[in-house]
């Protein structure tokens, strides 16, 4: 692999520059965010039907992920404001708008809203997403506030995705890993965890050759160490579906075994 990379590094640097001329590692990425956002809604739509049909949900989701998600995309979100970074701003703001609108409908145990504590998260956050603007645009405290600290925003963002990743994703890894050992073969959240990898590694490329104006991370770029912990976290999701997918072998074919019999 050495090998092949010292043969070809002209090469290769010459594509790495032709990607940053063209900002095609930012856009493939926010390309991935679309895809996964579109993916998780689904999902939501899914598992909102079953409950509607009073069947079982398809237990997509792991207790807290929605928590350690959303707490992950908000210092992020406030540092693309900061550094003006149109894809932070536009990739996350735009995930964290599904995953609340996801959350929401996983949520409802007989598939309503009606429940006050739906009327009071919407309240909220149409209050942020109204008013939040407005007061950024009025207030120049909080303007001057967020500049002076955009330092310790984007540091947070980088500790706010290990907490993320060390928790959240470790659950995730473990629940499908059991899911494809069990003999199971519904590859939906797997898929999704392969895009969340390639938006995350493309976000990491572009920000380790083009990093932003905030102060260093330990000698990094923060923006870098988010997209390379998400990337390290996703592929650990990956790699543990294909571990459980192969120990699963056995298991599948007695299923198809057993279905083959019934259909008989």
Excluded: C
């Excluded at 964290?96 to 809203?113: C, E, N």
């Excluded at 160490?225 to 999701?237: D, K, P, R």
Aim: proline letters at 3%.
């Amino acid at each position: 692999m050495l090998d092949w990379y010292l043969a070809h590094q002209a090469d290769i640097q010459q594509w790495v520059q032709w990607g940053l001329a063209n900002n095609a590692f930012r856009k493939i990425s926010a390309l991935m965010y679309v895809i996964f956002a579109v993916g998780l809604f689904s999902l939501g739509a899914q598992y909102h039907a079953a409950v509607i049909r009073k069947e079982p949900g398809p237990g997509q989701f792991a207790h807290g992920y929605f928590t350690m998600l959303t707490i992950q995309l908000v210092p992020l979100t406030i540092t693309g404001f900061v550094l003006q970074d149109e894809y932070i701003i536009g990739t996350r703001l735009g995930t964290l708008a599904v995953v609340i609108v996801v959350y929401g409908m996983i949520s409802s145990r007989d598939g309503t809203f009606e429940a006050w504590r739906y009327r009071v998260w919407m309240t909220f956050w149409l209050s942020v997403a109204i008013l939040g603007p407005m007061v950024w645009l009025e207030s120049i405290r909080l303007r001057v506030f967020v500049h002076d600290y955009q330092n310790w925003i984007a540091w947070l963002s980088v500790i706010a995705m290990v907490a993320f990743v060390v928790r959240g994703q470790w659950v995730i890894v473990v629940a499908l890993f059991r899911h494809f050992v069990q003999g199971h073969y519904t590859i939906k959240r797997f898929s999704l965890q392969v895009v969340r990898f390639l938006g995350f590694a493309f976000q990491a490329i572009h920000y380790w050759y083009a990093p932003t104006t905030a102060a260093p991370f330990f000698g990094y770029d923060p923006i870098f160490l988010q997209g390379l912990t998400g990337a390290l976290g996703a592929a650990s999701i990956v790699i543990g579906s294909l571990l459980g997918l192969i120990w699963g072998t056995g298991a599948r074919r007695r299923k198809r075994s057993e279905a083959r019999s019934v259909a008989a």
